[in-house]
C-alpha cells in the first residue's frame, strides 16, 4: 500500500506510556489511559487490565504477503466515503507511511465512550471538530497538514527504546488496527486506515471490549491474520 503514502513518519513503539503520552498532550483528559493486556486467555493476568475497556489496539508482525492479502479482502468492497456526525464511526484513510500508532490513537479517542473525555477547545477536540463534516480524502489531508499533530507525535516517537528506522521511508513490519463500539448503533468496528473503510463486525451489546465476545473477536482475527507470533494488545480503559 506504500503508492498512497504522502508522507513519513518516524513508526511509533507499541508502548501504553508512549501511546498515553500523545493522547493527553493532544487533548485526552488524564481519566483515561492506554494499558498492556497481557493475556486473551488467563483470566488472573486479564483482570489487571482497568474496565471498561473502551478501545482496544491489536499490534502484530505483517506477513511478506499482507498487503496482498488486504487487497484479496477488500476485492469488491466500496470505497468509503460517508461523513458527518451521522455516520456511526470516524474512519481516517492512512497517507502518512509508518504512522499506523497514529492513526490507532486517532481511531481510539475520536470514537465511541473516550469521545467523552476529549478536553473542549484542546488540540484534539479542534482536530475532531474540523474532520467530522469532512470526507476521508479530505480528513487525510487534514491530518497530513497538521503540523502541531506532527510535532506532538515525533516528539514522542523519539522517545522510544526500539530501534527505529533511521530513514522514515524504510517499511517496518509491524501494523496496528483499532477496535472500537458505536454507541450510535451498538456495532463493533474494526478501524484500519489501510483499508477500504471502517468493518463493521456486527452488533455488542457490551460497552467494554474485553467482554468474552471482545475476546473473541481478538482472537478470530489473530487466527485469520495469522499474527500468532510477536502480537501485542493495548486497551483503552481509566487510568489506575
Not at 508482525?61 to 484479496?72: D, I, R
Not at 522510544?160 to 463493533?188: I, T, W
Request: aromatic share 8%.
Amino acid at each position: 500500500m506504500s503508492h498512497q503514502y504522502r508522507k513519513h513518519f518516524t513508526p511509533l513503539e507499541s508502548n501504553p506510556s508512549l501511546f498515553t503520552s500523545l493522547a493527553h498532550t493532544l487533548g485526552l483528559s488524564p481519566a483515561l489511559e492506554f494499558h498492556d493486556v497481557l493475556s486473551l486467555h488467563d483470566a488472573d493476568l486479564l483482570s489487571l487490565t482497568p474496565r471498561p475497556a473502551h478501545a482496544l489496539i491489536i499490534v502484530f508482525p505483517t506477513s511478506p504477503n499482507y498487503e496482498a492479502e488486504l487487497t484479496t479482502k477488500d476485492k469488491g468492497i466500496t470505497q468509503y466515503t460517508s461523513s458527518g456526525d451521522n455516520e456511526p464511526i470516524i474512519w481516517y484513510k492512512q497517507t502518512i507511511n509508518n504512522a499506523c500508532g497514529l492513526y490507532a490513537i486517532l481511531h481510539a479517542v475520536s470514537n465511541g465512550h473516550a469521545r467523552d473525555f476529549i478536553i473542549p477547545n484542546s488540540h484534539l477536540y479542534q482536530l475532531l471538530t474540523t474532520c467530522t463534516p469532512l470526507n476521508p480524502r479530505d480528513r487525510a489531508a487534514f491530518l497530513e497538514n497538521d503540523t502541531n499533530l506532527e510535532a506532538a507525535y515525533k516528539t514522542v516517537a523519539l522517545q522510544g527504546d526500539s530501534a527505529v528506522p533511521e530513514n522514515p521511508e524504510d517499511e517496518v513490519d509491524f501494523h496496528y488496527v483499532c477496535f472500537v463500539r458505536s454507541p450510535k448503533n451498538g456495532h463493533l468496528y474494526e478501524l484500519d486506515g489501510d483499508r477500504k473503510g471502517p468493518i463493521n463486525l456486527g452488533k455488542f451489546e457490551e460497552d467494554d471490549l474485553l467482554s468474552e465476545r471482545g475476546l473473541r473477536v481478538l482472537k478470530e482475527f489473530i487466527e485469520k491474520t495469522e499474527c500468532e507470533g510477536g502480537v501485542s494488545l493495548l486497551a483503552l480503559a481509566p487510568a489506575e
